[in-house]
């Protein structure tokens, strides 16, 4: 969550000691989530994106783009990725004599190239260790694609992405919060078009990471529905989520507008959200977690 906040701060006031922090704990986030890493994949790939397009508009708009603004950029992008190497440095290096590569894992190489966890484990079994079924499986995004067509694909990935919507619009709580905020910012869009149009044009760097940032996971995550059905993996993008919709919610006009003396439109949607989550867990601690079933 807070190499995502650090990520997001770079696209809009870019510096070094923002980039060593982004490093720092992107590169402490991955020693305790490798998943972290498309993350980092996403920021330089956006990153890259945009300076080329800045330039590209400088060119066609005849505008000087001072150096000393992409050298900022370049530089500060570069920063992130050797901080974050320099922090994961120990534990790649002993991944590497362990299993073969820095950064290779049985989850990414093997499991998430299988049609199912049973498929996985049958696998396993014929090994006696994680590094043979690496070295000698010879599974991975090729074989895969060599072995499935497009229709198995393309299924396997719609099947994922019915499952994981159903997860977040149907919670183990009462209310699905992020369907709620999504509603929020939709009413946003329809009365406040101008803020949003100059939100984009402002912040586009941090629109265009986020975004890739929430579909990219989706779409993994719905991937590997097929070996995991679990909420675990979605519900990690629920802090992320909320943060980049009150970012937005607190950029525009209509939500900073007084509705009721002091009080502005964001600050009844924020006390709306807090009387829910207090319903929500007032449910949940009387009707689960309190029980004689649950150990209290």
């Known amino acids: 969550f807070v190499s995502f906040i650090c990520m997001v701060k770079m696209f809009r006031r870019p510096s070094i000691p923002l980039a060593i922090l982004t490093g720092i704990f992107t590169g402490l986030t991955f020693l305790t989530k490798a998943s972290v890493l498309p993350a980092l994949m996403i920021f330089i790939a956006t990153g890259t994106a945009g300076i080329l397009w800045e330039v590209y508009q400088s060119k066609a708009k005849n505008h000087h783009l001072k150096t000393s603004q992409i050298t900022q950029?370049?530089?500060?992008?570069?920063?992130?990725?050797?901080?974050?190497?320099?922090?994961?440095?120990?534990?790649?290096?002993?991944?590497?004599?362990?299993?073969?590569?820095?950064?290779?894992?049985v989850n990414t190489s093997i499991v998430m190239?299988?049609?199912?966890?049973?498929?996985?484990?049958?696998?396993?079994?014929?090994?006696?260790?994680?590094?043979?079924?690496?070295?000698?499986?010879?599974?991975?995004?090729?074989?895969?694609?060599?072995?499935?067509?497009?229709?198995?694909?393309?299924?396997?990935?719609?099947?994922?992405?019915?499952w994981q919507i159903h997860l977040v619009s149907k919670p183990y709580n009462?209310?699905?919060?992020?369907?709620?905020?999504?509603?929020?910012?939709?009413?946003?869009?329809?009365?406040?078009?101008?803020?949003?149009?100059?939100?984009?044009?402002?912040?586009?760097?941090?629109?265009?990471?986020?975004?890739?940032?929430?579909?990219?996971?989706?779409l993994l995550f719905s991937w590997y529905t097929a070996i995991d059905k679990g909420p675990r993996f979605v519900m990690g993008l629920y802090l992320p989520f909320y943060y980049a919709v009150f970012s937005v919610l607190t950029k525009q006009k209509w939500a900073l507008k007084p509705?009721?003396?002091?009080?502005?439109?964001?600050?009844?949607?924020?006390?709306?959200?807090?009387?829910?989550?207090?319903?929500?867990?007032?449910?949940?601690?009387?009707?689960?977690?309190?029980?004689?079933?649950?150990?209290?």
């Open 259 to 296: 509705v009721y003396r002091s009080f502005r439109a964001l600050d009844f949607v924020s006390l709306g959200l807090m009387v829910l989550v207090l319903v929500d867990s007032y449910q949940l601690l009387s009707s689960q977690f309190l029980l004689r079933e649950y150990g209290y």
């Open 73 to 105: 950029l370049v530089f500060g992008g570069v920063l992130v990725v050797v901080v974050f190497f320099v922090i994961i440095l120990p534990f790649g290096i002993q991944n590497r004599i362990v299993f073969g590569g820095f950064f290779r894992n």
């Open 174 to 218: 009462q209310f699905s919060y992020p369907l709620l905020l999504l509603f929020i910012l939709f009413l946003g869009v329809i009365w406040g078009i101008k803020d949003y149009r100059h939100f984009i044009a402002k912040y586009k760097g941090a629109v265009l990471f986020s975004v890739c940032f929430f579909v990219g996971y989706f």
């Open 113 to 162: 190239w299988m049609d199912s966890w049973k498929d996985y484990k049958e696998l396993a079994n014929q090994y006696s260790n994680l590094r043979q079924l690496l070295d000698d499986a010879h599974i991975g995004p090729v074989s895969y694609l060599k072995t499935h067509t497009l229709g198995q694909i393309a299924g396997r990935l719609l099947n994922g992405i019915g």
